[in-house]
């Protein structure tokens, strides 16, 4: 293992720190904890906070700031927070009107963002969560967890926030977040494994000419490897998979992200993104705004998803609002 | 047992827990995401850490021990054993012993908290294939009237071959489930972590 690290067991904090360094004029850390707040604290809003195992950066503390999340709980690398971290954003970032947990469909995620809930509501604070789901590689069915939540939860992020930032109530809030997770779908593929730096070595193997279809973005392996193919294959499998599970056509409008799993070049991205508007003018398909770039991260896994988060107007409009983060800016 | 002896088992789950850090994980590495030893030994080292601050009552000492779980642990493992334990050690409040009856008490409750919190049974591939197993030889052990440390030869016994159980079945529930019938013919590293714990109480019983 060779990584820019000091003791793997300060991964986490020291990358913390560090952004708050950075970005001191976006947000900060919670002393004692692994949370970043927004460095202004917004009064008379609903408050939005996400979180999860570190290692997808800039996921989730990069989304810290106007029109997106007002707080995020980082967890060990690959393993959701404590809930008493998340219980400790949650108090941070209440400004009176409520709190919405967005969760990412984890076992362990929902576990702890759960008890987190129950500790806050015990302190009297309104707390509300939606959990997202967008991952088609895995479908959800009685014998599974449910499909997991992916790069996806960006989308929601955006959404979700703008309609806070606009002043609106919790339910409302709620209500637009649970919207996009319904009509945003992700696919992806790995190209190489990642390593957790307590872990030491590669989640899983993969061979020189494979790839791992439909992986997690925690390293876990996906639904099958593959033989490599090439760029427009490869986004021809991913679409196909999304447009199964999502059929859209002509006259649908969306919003696109080619996210990269953090070990891959953004001239790749680009690559796989010429096939995607491809194919969407192909099937009449109009695509109102384009991500690319490494948004939800596997450490330094090389390989790509692509997210679709199909339009109405209501979402156009939230999509369209301002963002200022680390991670988004709009 | 009392709660100073209690203190000395929780020592060597502690201990025991680190032995396996690395066995756990490459467990874990296979079906899941490749953690779980790393992340109860996290848990069980700042057990460790309190141990000597904690009361010698041993419905007191599971509770903090559950706590700590909760809050070191992570994952989906933080919160289901530190409901386990917390659980066991509501079950038992107020005795200053505590012997096999109790063990059950503390087992049966530990298990109801983790089908509760984590919406699972038994034949899900998870940490209840070996501890229901357990719990229920040694209350059959019991009703036998056997004495203690038979009793958890045989739990330990029935937790092993859940273990191996688990290497029949599909993981229908945490992280393994989205492998689907690629995760068959791999153990569970959740009832491995079981197994580690009770292997640990029998042999303090030895």
């Not at chain 1, 199964?244 to 690559?271: F, H, Q, R, W």
């Not at chain 2, 680190?18 to 700042?46: A, C, P, W």
């Not at chain 2, 409901?83 to 079950?91: L, P, S, W, Y």
């Amino acid at each position: 293992m060779k990584k820019l690290i000091n003791k793997p067991e300060n991964v986490e904090v020291e990358m913390l720190e560090g952004m708050e360094f950075a970005h001191g004029d976006l947000l900060r850390k919670l002393e004692g904890f692994n949370v970043l707040v927004r460095a202004n604290k917004k009064q008379g809003k609903v408050a939005l906070v996400s979180g999860g195992g570190s290692g997808h950066e800039p996921a989730h503390g990069g989304y810290v700031g106007t029109g997106m999340l007002d707080g995020a709980v980082a967890g060990a690398m690959f393993t959701s927070p404590t809930p008493d971290q998340v219980f400790e954003a949650v108090k941070a970032v209440d400004a009176g009107k409520g709190v919405l947990l967005v969760i990412k469909n984890y076992t362990g995620d929902v576990l702890n963002f759960e008890m987190a809930a129950d500790m806050a509501e015990m302190e009297g604070i309104k707390v509300d969560k939606v959990v997202v789901n967008d991952d088609v590689a895995v479908m959800n069915s009685l014998y599974t967890t449910g499909r997991r939540g992916v790069a996806g939860t960006v989308f929601v992020h955006k959404i979700a926030g703008a309609m806070a930032e606009r002043g609106a109530e919790l339910d409302e809030v709620k209500r637009v977040a649970e919207k996009a997770i319904a009509n945003v779908r992700t696919m992806g593929v790995a190209l190489t494994p990642c390593t957790v730096p307590a872990a030491g070595k590669p989640g899983f193997d993969l061979a020189e000419d494979e790839m791992e279809v439909g992986l997690g973005i925690h390293g876990e392996p996906g639904t099958h490897k593959s033989k490599m193919l090439p760029a427009d294959e490869i986004v021809d499998l991913l679409l196909g998979k999304i447009f199964e599970d999502m059929p859209m056509g002509k006259g649908d409008k969306v919003a696109v992200m080619v996210n990269g799993c953090g070990g891959t070049p953004v001239s790749e991205l680009y690559i796989l993104n010429r096939r995607v508007a491809g194919v969407m003018k192909e099937k009449g398909i109009e695509v109102k705004k384009t991500l690319v770039g490494n948004y939800m991260t596997s450490i330094e896994m090389q390989g790509g998803a692509i997210s679709v988060l199909k339009l109405d107007d209501e979402l156009e409009g939230l999509l369209n609002e301002p963002a200022d983060t680390v991670g988004l800016k709009l | 047992m009392d709660g100073q002896v209690f203190k000395k088992l929780l020592e060597e789950i502690a201990e025991k827990i680190k032995e396996n850090r690395q066995y756990l994980t490459d467990l874990d590495r296979v079906i899941g995401d490749g953690d779980h030893g790393i992340n109860m030994d996290r848990g069980f080292s700042k057990v460790l850490e309190k141990i000597p601050s904690m009361p010698d009552d041993v419905s007191m000492c599971m509770k903090q021990t559950g706590m700590t779980l909760v809050s070191t642990v992570g994952g989906a493992a933080g919160p289901l054993y530190g409901t386990a334990f917390m659980k066991a050690g509501d079950a038992i409040k107020g005795k200053e012993e505590v012997g096999v009856e109790e063990a059950i008490l503390m087992m049966d409750a530990a298990i109801k908290g983790v089908m509760k919190l984590g919406k699972s049974t038994t034949g899900e591939k998870t940490m209840l294939d070996s501890l229901v197993p357990a719990y229920e030889a040694l209350k059959e052990c019991l009703e036998a009237g056997k004495e203690a440390k038979v009793c958890f030869v045989e739990a330990v016994e029935a937790a092993e071959a859940g273990v191996e159980y688990t290497k029949t079945i599909i993981a229908t529930k945490g992280r393994a489930s989205y492998l689907g019938e690629r995760s068959i013919g791999h153990q569970d590293p959740g009832a491995t972590s079981s197994l580690v714990i009770l292997t640990v109480v029998r042999d303090f019983l030895a």
